[in-house]
């Protein structure tokens, strides 16, 4: 029985209080019993006096067909409805929510593969399917259909009449809104869609005379949007949308082309980071890669941050995951400012990742997903293979949001690791490879990826140009290539880095592989 909300942070002013959005998980039956002591839990790290949380933006799952069909079902079913008939759950989170001074959101999955809605069953035609839905009955709703637009509009509008939310955001990241390969085509099905319920919304302002935010969570690029059926431009030329959520489990944004096709809007742009279904090989990842991820967003002109299934205290909703990092992001990842000084990890990015290969293919067995463009990180650079000849750089991009200067006292030092695999090692004994290293978890059999540990050696041979600077011969850690870098040979935003190796045979049945590659910025 899961209870999910998002945490975003406002760095400009919106038409309602600031907010910072948080998604959490948890279960009120039988572990909290008492309302009032489940409300305090829900908002431990809301209600730490060091975090800075603005808004909470509620996922309740269910609510998403409860309003048409007037029955509830599924697992989320105590949340809405407690053991006393009388008690309104729902009111009372936003109630809750706002006692806190906090901007409030309903998070509308804007599909699911469920059958909790008997309208479903009664019309399997608006219904398409695909391998992971375990259910013969169950499928997602086809948006090509007027009777689906209809059915979710109808929805839409009891939810946001009935609760007492600031906004609503519309997560086109919660399943499937077209069958693969038929999304864009029906693009103007979806835009008359949000069309529709942009007139509902402010409708719904003029007659409670107060504002109403609506958000949408997209892909994280533009072209990933058009993948997927959504015509971003024609949504931002019409002002359809006073939110655009950026990605989910991306480490990777288009902040730039999203600010320049919101230019004269008053459209805010919020990249959201998902460290439960995360990105492959950065599952609890830390908190010097979430300052790292934070920086360059806001560098880029984010203007807020959306944290995604982050606990939201210890050990809740997610057991053994890294609940001190997410504290730690909320203390610190509120402003640039904040974040100045602080050791960070960059990263460029590997593709797949968050629900393995039943949904998403895995880095190292892709295959080009067309059901859906978000969630998988499909145009990241990783892995990628080094040319055996040495003539051809492998060319990956960087983004340093630090400035880095030579004379700065506090900077400790600057370093790229490099992680690498090579199937022609296999033959070796161990006793003459590199240490193995742990690559990716989730997603992966046994939640664990290992790298195919290279000849010892191998460090003579690797090359590495930051900016077509060539860096000095690296040391090894722990299976990790590691190179200095000098304040000179960096740059403030994007970095081009190249990678080859020298005196390997160009006949080799197999390539080096890049697994994962990192800057670390340290301070003193």
């Known amino acids: 029985n899961l209870f999910d909300a998002n945490f975003t942070i406002h760095l400009a002013p919106l038409k309602s209080p600031l907010g910072l959005v948080s998604k959490n998980t948890n279960n009120l039956l039988p572990d909290h019993p008492d309302v009032d002591a489940f409300m305090k ?24 067909d409860e309003l048409k069909t007037g029955d509830i079902k599924g697992p989320w079913a105590p949340w809405t409805k407690s053991v006393d008939k009388n008690l309104d759950m729902v009111n ?13 959101f309903y998070s509308h999955r ?7 809605t008997p309208l479903k069953k009664e019309n399997p035609n608006w219904l398409f399917k695909y391998s992971w839905i375990p259910d013969k009955d169950a499928g997602y709703w086809n948006y090509a259909f007027p009777e689906v637009r209809k059915h979710v509009l109808e ?16 997560d ?16 103007n099905e979806l835009t008359d869609l949000m069309r529709s319920f942009r007139k509902i919304t402010l409708e719904f302002e003029k007659n409670k005379n107060r504002p109403f935010l609506t958000a949408a969570r997209v892909p994280e690029n533009i072209v990933g949007c058009h993948f997927d059926g959504i015509d971003i431009e024609a949504w931002v030329r019409e002002e359809l949308v006073d939110i655009l959520v950026l990605g989910c489990r991306s480490l990777d944004m288009d902040i730039h082309s999203f600010r320049n096709l919101t230019k004269g809007t008053n459209i805010k742009l919020y990249p959201s980071i998902d460290d439960h279904h995360a990105c492959d090989g950065y599952h609890n990842p830390g908190i010097k890669v979430f300052r790292g ?51 960070k990890t960059f990263i460029v990015q590997r593709r797949g990742g968050g629900h393995g290969p039943s949904v998403i293919p895995n880095a190292e067995d892709w295959y080009t997903p067309r059901h859906s463009y978000a969630n998988t ?29 030579p004379d700065n006292e506090n900077l400790k030092e600057v370093t790229i690791r490099l992680l690498l695999s090579d199937k022609s090692a296999q033959i070796l004994p161990d006793s003459e490879r590199l240490d193995t290293v742990i690559v990716a978890t989730w997603g992966h059999i046994n939640r664990r990826l290992d790298n195919i540990p290279a000849a010892k050696g191998i460090e003579n041979h690797i090359q590495i140009r930051l900016n077509n600077s060539l860096l000095e011969k690296p040391v090894l850690s722990k299976g990790w290539i590691i190179f200095r870098v000098e304040p000179s040979q ?7 880095v190249g990678i080859n190796i020298r005196d390997r045979d160009s006949k080799s049945e197999f390539n080096v592989e890049i697994e994962k590659l990192e800057l670390h910025v340290n301070y003193i």
């Open 110 to 116: 804007m599909n699911g593969a469920t059958e909790w």
């Open 172 to 187: 086109y990241a919660r399943g499937l809104i077209f069958p693969a390969g038929t999304q864009w085509e029906n693009r």
């Open 92 to 104: 009372l989170i936003v109630a809750e929510t706002k006692k806190r001074g906090l901007e409030t």
């Open 41 to 64: 839990y829900q908002f431990t790290f809301t209600d730490d006096q060091d975090t800075h949380t603005d808004s909470i933006w509620w996922d309740l799952g269910i609510l998403d």
């Open 293 to 343: 991820l934070a920086s360059n967003w806001y560098r880029d002109g984010a203007d807020g941050i959306q944290s995604f299934n982050f606990n939201f205290a210890p050990n809740a909703p997610f057991g053994n995951e890294d609940w001190e990092s997410h504290l730690q992001f909320y203390k610190e990842c509120h402003s640039p400012k904040a974040l100045i000084g602080k050791d």
């Open 490 to 496: 960096l740059s403030v935003g994007a970095n081009l």
């Open 377 to 405: 990180s499909m145009l990241s650079s990783l892995p990628a293979a080094i040319n055996n000849d040495g003539k051809v750089d492998t060319l990956l991009t960087i983004n340093v949001a630090d400035e880095i200067k």
């Open 155 to 170: 929805n839409l509008t009891g939810l946001i009449n009935q609760y007492d939310f600031d906004g609503i955001q519309l």
